[in-house]
C-alpha cells in the first residue's frame, strides 16, 4: 500500500512539473511586468528630453539643458535594461532594436536644435522644429512601445494554454498508473532527477530574483515595491533617498506610512495609487501638484505611476511603484511661466505698436493696445483678419528685397511701410519683422513705430537745407564779382600809384588786399562745403594706401614739408574716390600745419577694424588742442587757434565731415595742449 502511495505521488508530481510547471509561470509574470515598467519609464523619459530640448530654446534657461542631458543618460540606461529581459525572445529583440533606433534618432534631433541654438543660428533651429520630424518619429516609438507590450500581455496566455491542453491528457495517464507501478524502481530514479531538478529551479529562481532586484536598485527613478497588503517589500536606494527611510526600516510597514503624499494646494491627503491598484487591477498615476512628504517631515514635488504585479494565476499579489523627483522641472516650469508673463507684459506695455501673424493665411493672432491706437482698429476687429482683408498696406518700401529677407534669414529689420488706418488717414510707419514657431506652427511678429512727424520734419529739413545751400551758393558767387573789383584796382594802386603813397597809405593798401585775399579763400571753400550737398556720391573700392601716398606727393610738390611721416597697414574702403581725396589732403595739411612749429614733427596714419566698420586714423605731434573744446573742431568756421599762429579759413574740417557723413560714417578726435592731436573718421564694412 505504501507503495502504491509513494508511486501515486510520484506520478503526481511528475504530471505537475512537466504539464503545469507553475515555475515557468511565475517567471515570464516577473518578466512581463518588468518589461511593461521599463518601456513605460522609456517614453516617458524620452518626453521629458523633448520637453527639455524645447523649453531650452525658449527660454535659454541652462537648468533645461542640464536637465535634458541627465534624461539622455536616463535613457540608454532603460534601453540597456530593457535589452537584457527581453534577450531570449527573438522577435521582441528586433522590437527594441528599432526603438533604440528611434529614439536615438529622437535624441540626435533634439541635440542638433540645441547645437543650432548654442551658435546663434536659432532661424535654423525654429525651421528644424517645425518639420515636424521629430513627433513623427514619436508617433513611431508609441507604436513600437505597444508592441512591445502587446507581446509581453499575450506571453502570458500561453502558459495557461499549456495547462488547458494537458488537462486533456491527465485520464489517459491516470489509466496507465498500474503500469508505471511496475516500474515503481524506475519511478523513484526519476524521482530522484526531478527532486534535483526542482533545487536547481529554485536556485534559477533565486538567482533571478536578486537580477531583479539589483536591476531595479540601479535605475534612475525610485522603486517600491508591496505586497496584496500594501506593505513594503522592497525599495530601490532612489526611493530610499527620496523617503527618508531605509529599505530594512521600511519592509513590512503600510505603504501610506512611507509613501506619504498631500496635495500641494489644497494640503489636503492623496489617495496612495498602490490602494487604487489594489481595488481595480490597473496602472494608476498621481495628479499634478503633488507633495511627497518625506521621514523628516520636508516636502518634494514628485509624479509616478503603480502597476499591479500579477501571480502565475492572474491574481494580484502586490504593486509596483515608481515615482521621481520634479522638483527641478516645476522650478522650469515656473521660470518659463515667469518668461510668458514678462513677455505679455512687455508686449502690452510697448510704445511700438506689435501684432503676431499667422504665417499660413496671414490673419493676425494676437495685437497690443499700441498697435490698435495706430491702426485705429479695436483688437476684435483685427484678430482672425488679415491686413490684405482690411485694406490696411498702402505702400511697401523695397517689397520685395523685404520679402526675400525674410524667407532667407526668418526677419528684416527697419523697413518703411505707408499704412491705411481705419479712418483712412495715411500714416508713415518703421517695420520690422521677426519668424518663430509656435505649436509647430510659423507665426510673424511685426513691430511697428509711427514716423509720420519724423518723415514730414526729414522733408521739411532736406527742404530747408537745399535752400540753404542755393543760398549759400549764391551768396558765395554773388561776392566774388565786387570782390575781384577790390582786389583787382588794389593792386593797379599798387603798381602805378605805390611812390606817391606815403607809409601809412601804403599799410592800408597791404591790409585791403591781404585781407581780400583771404575772404576770396572763404568764399571758394563756402563754395567747395555747398557743393558737397548737392554732389552725388559714386562709389567704388578705393585702395587707401595708394590715395594716401599719392595726397603725400601732392602735398611735397606743392608746399615742402620736412615732418616724418609714417603709415601702418591702410585698409581699402568702398567709397567716392574724388571726395575721400578730399578728405585726406584736409586732414594731412591740417596735421603737417598744426606740427610744423616743432623741432621734430611726426604723423602717424593707420587704420584698424573694429565690429562693422573701418577705423582710419591721423596722428601728429604738433599743438594739441584742449579737449573741453573738441566738439567744435568740425564746425564751420570755427577754429581753437588765433590766425597769427596757424593760418587757415576754419572750414577744412568741416568738408571732412560733411564727406564721412554722406558715406554712413563718423568723425572725431583726441588730443592734449601742445602733445598732439589725433584725428579719427570711420565707415562703414558695407558702405
Not at 86 to 94: G, H, L, W
Not at 491 to 507: A, P
Request: charge should be negative.
Amino acid at each position: 500500500m505504501l507503495m502504491c502511495i509513494s508511486c501515486f505521488a510520484v506520478v503526481t508530481i511528475y504530471i505537475f512539473k512537466y504539464l503545469i510547471d507553475p515555475s515557468d509561470r511565475s517567471n515570464i509574470v516577473d518578466r512581463t511586468n518588468n518589461v511593461i515598467i521599463v518601456s513605460d519609464q522609456l517614453v516617458s523619459t524620452l518626453k521629458d528630453t523633448r520637453t527639455n530640448a524645447r523649453n531650452y530654446l525658449i527660454t535659454d534657461n541652462e537648468s533645461f539643458l542640464k536637465s535634458f542631458t541627465k534624461d539622455v543618460s536616463l535613457i540608454d540606461q532603460h534601453l540597456a535594461l530593457l535589452k537584457r529581459l527581453t534577450r531570449n525572445s527573438q522577435f521582441q529583440k528586433i522590437r527594441v532594436d528599432s526603438l533604440e533606433f528611434e529614439i536615438t534618432k529622437i535624441v540626435s534631433f533634439n541635440k542638433e536644435l540645441i547645437t543650432l541654438k548654442q551658435s546663434a543660428d536659432i532661424n535654423k533651429a525654429r525651421n528644424s522644429i517645425n518639420t515636424q520630424s521629430d513627433e513623427v518619429l514619436m508617433d513611431k516609438v508609441r507604436l513600437l512601445q505597444n508592441e512591445i507590450q502587446n507581446e509581453e500581455n499575450l506571453s502570458l496566455q500561453k502558459p495557461k494554454d499549456k495547462k488547458q491542453s494537458s488537462i486533456g491528457n491527465m485520464n489517459w495517464l491516470m489509466a496507465f498508473f498500474m503500469m508505471i507501478v511496475v516500474f515503481i524502481m524506475t519511478l523513484e530514479y526519476l524521482n530522484n532527477r526531478i527532486s534535483t531538478s526542482a533545487r536547481s529551479k529554485t536556485e534559477d529562481d533565486l538567482q533571478k530574483s536578486k537580477w531583479f532586484s539589483t536591476t531595479l536598485s540601479s535605475i534612475g527613478d525610485a522603486v517600491i515595491a508591496t505586497d496584496n497588503q500594501g506593505n513594503v517589500t522592497f525599495m530601490n536606494p532612489v526611493a530610499q533617498s527620496l523617503t527618508g527611510w531605509e529599505e530594512d526600516d521600511a519592509k513590512g510597514i503600510s505603504l501610506d506610512i512611507i509613501f506619504d503624499i498631500i496635495n500641494e494646494e489644497t494640503r489636503n491627503t492623496v489617495e496612495s495609487p498602490v490602494r487604487k491598484v489594489l481595488q481595480h487591477g490597473k496602472v494608476v498615476g498621481l495628479a499634478n501638484h503633488t507633495l511627497l512628504i518625506r521621514k523628516d517631515k520636508s516636502e518634494i514635488p514628485i509624479d509616478d505611476s503603480a502597476a499591479p504585479i500579477m501571480d502565475s494565476n492572474g491574481k494580484i499579489e502586490g504593486v509596483v511603484l515608481v515615482f521621481r523627483d520634479v522638483t527641478e522641472q516645476k522650478k522650469n516650469g515656473i521660470a518659463l511661466k515667469e518668461s510668458e508673463e514678462k513677455f505679455q507684459k512687455a508686449f502690452q506695455a510697448s510704445a511700438a505698436g506689435i501684432s503676431i501673424t499667422r504665417i499660413s493665411d496671414a490673419t493676425y493672432h494676437e495685437v497690443n493696445d499700441t498697435f490698435t491706437q495706430l491702426t485705429g482698429y479695436t483688437k476684435e476687429e483685427l484678430i482672425g483678419h488679415s491686413s490684405s482683408e482690411l485694406n490696411m498696406i498702402a505702400s511697401i518700401n523695397k517689397r520685395e528685397e523685404v520679402l526675400q529677407q525674410v524667407r532667407d534669414h526668418g526677419s528684416a529689420k527697419d523697413f518703411e511701410l505707408t499704412v491705411r488706418q481705419k479712418s483712412g488717414k495715411i500714416i508713415e510707419v518703421l517695420a520690422s519683422v521677426e519668424t518663430i514657431v509656435w505649436r509647430n506652427e510659423k507665426y510673424a511678429i511685426n513691430i511697428i513705430y509711427d514716423i509720420t512727424e519724423r518723415k514730414k520734419a526729414e522733408t521739411d529739413l532736406a527742404f530747408a537745407n537745399k535752400e540753404l545751400e542755393s543760398f549759400s551758393y549764391s551768396v558765395s558767387h554773388d561776392l566774388r564779382s565786387p570782390l575781384r573789383s577790390i582786389i583787382g584796382y588794389s593792386k593797379i594802386l599798387e603798381e602805378d600809384h605805390r611812390d606817391t603813397l606815403n607809409d601809412e597809405g601804403k599799410r592800408v593798401l597791404d591790409i585791403i588786399r591781404r585781407n581780400s585775399l583771404k575772404m576770396n579763400s572763404l568764399i571758394d571753400d563756402l563754395l567747395l562745403f555747398s557743393k558737397l550737398g548737392r554732389k552725388e556720391i559714386q562709389k567704388s573700392e578705393i585702395d587707401t594706401e595708394t590715395l594716401v601716398h599719392q595726397v603725400l606727393a601732392e602735398i611735397k610738390q606743392a608746399n615742402f614739408y620736412r615732418a616724418n611721416v609714417t603709415t601702418k597697414s591702410l585698409l581699402p574702403i568702398c567709397a567716392d574716390p574724388a571726395l575721400f581725396t578730399q578728405v585726406w589732403m584736409n586732414l594731412i595739411s591740417n596735421a603737417l600745419k598744426y606740427s610744423g612749429n616743432k623741432e621734430n614733427p611726426t604723423i602717424e596714419i593707420g587704420s584698424h577694424e573694429e565690429e562693422n566698420e573701418v577705423v582710419y586714423s591721423i596722428k601728429d605731434n604738433g599743438a594739441g588742442f584742449d579737449m573741453q573744446y573738441a566738439d567744435k573742431l568740425f564746425g564751420v568756421f570755427q577754429r581753437l587757434h588765433k590766425a597769427q599762429e596757424f593760418e587757415g579759413t576754419g572750414i577744412g574740417l568741416s568738408i571732412v565731415k560733411r564727406i564721412v557723413m554722406r558715406h554712413g560714417g563718423r568723425v572725431w578726435a583726441e588730443g592734449k595742449i601742445n602733445e598732439g592731436a589725433t584725428f579719427y573718421f570711420s565707415l562703414p564694412l558695407k558702405a
